[in-house]
């Protein structure tokens, strides 16, 4: 079955064009969707930010048990261990939105994240030397520094610098 294709200002298209049958049923990309295939690195990084909110929820929940245990005040105890849980839940939240724009195209999102991701790297190496609890802060450290490589792999720099390339002569953008 073949129908005919839209007369527009196209040259190439006339009202006697014919498209075949398999072309009406073509995935069209959404607007704004970013160009070409989007590499595995910048899904590895959405992937490790979960698992960085998985873990991080985990440990603030250990953190918020060990806070009810040795409370004396019961009250204060439980108040402590929502603040903990909620906070660790708000800040998670913010980095999977941040996670899912840089999987999106967002090349502020990959900067910010970039920076939280330093800064988290940063604090995690400090604990692992303080010796606080070794496995916590090394997962930390694996996690972050995982984010770091994997935004800054040669397919994802190349995929963003296609989505928005450096501005050409005469640009307002320099």
């Known amino acids: 079955m073949t129908i005919p294709a839209y007369s527009g200002r196209h040259s190439t298209f006339d009202a ?3 498209l075949p049958a398999a072309a009406l049923h073509a995935q069209v990309p959404p607007a704004g969707a970013p160009p070409g295939r989007r590499p595995g690195t910048v899904d590895a990084v959405f992937f490790v930010a979960v698992a960085q909110a998985v873990a991080a929820l985990a440990g603030a929940a250990v953190f918020a048990l060990i806070l009810l245990a040795v409370s004396t005040h019961p009250p204060e105890g439980a108040i ?5 849980l909620g906070g660790t839940a708000l ?6 939105l ?7 195209g967002g090349r502020g999102a990959r900067v910010v994240l970039a920076v939280l991701a330093a800064v988290g790297l940063l604090i995690a190496l400090v604990f692992s030397l303080v ?3 070794v496995l916590v ?6 996690l972050n520094a995982a984010v770091l490589v994997l935004l800054f792999a040669p397919a994802s720099n190349a995929w963003f610098r296609v989505l928005s390339p450096a501005p050409g002569p ?3 953008r320099r």
């Open 16 to 18: 006697t064009t014919v």
């Open 80 to 84: 402590a261990a929502a603040v903990v």
């Open 91 to 96: 800040a998670d939240a913010g980095w999977l």
């Open 98 to 104: 941040l996670a899912w724009r840089v999987r999106a």
């Open 131 to 133: 010796g606080w609890t």
């Open 137 to 142: 802060p090394l997962l930390g450290v694996a």
């Open 170 to 172: 005469g640009s307002p």
